[in-house]
């Protein structure tokens, strides 16, 4: 999937739409999106946030993958 046209509103609009402004220009999917590491964590954080958002119930809706997840959780600290 990659994304047609976002809007951004509220006090620093114009710090999280860069990220959204190149992914259309290159038409990128929003599975690269939720792959960018940023140098320092800002506000452009709540894009991936938002990408992770939409991949969830998608992901989890796996019975294996819960699974695998629960086991995870349990053996790593």
């Known amino acids: 999937r990659r994304?047609?046209?976002?809007?951004i509103v509220g006090p620093?609009?114009?710090e999280q739409i860069a990220l959204w402004s190149m992914a259309m220009a290159n038409r990128m999917k929003l599975s690269a999106m939720s792959g960018m590491i940023a140098p320092y964590p800002t506000l452009?954080?709540?894009s991936k946030r938002a990408?992770?958002?939409y991949f969830?119930?998608?992901?989890f809706?796996?019975?294996w993958v819960k699974r695998v997840v629960r086991w995870v959780?349990?053996?790593l600290p």
């Open 73 to 75: 959780q349990r053996v």
């Open 3 to 7: 994304p047609i046209g976002v809007t």
């Open 61 to 63: 809706a796996n019975l």
């Open 44 to 46: 452009s954080e709540l």
């Open 51 to 53: 990408i992770g958002a």
């Open 12 to 14: 620093q609009a114009g």
């Open 56 to 59: 969830s119930p998608r992901l």
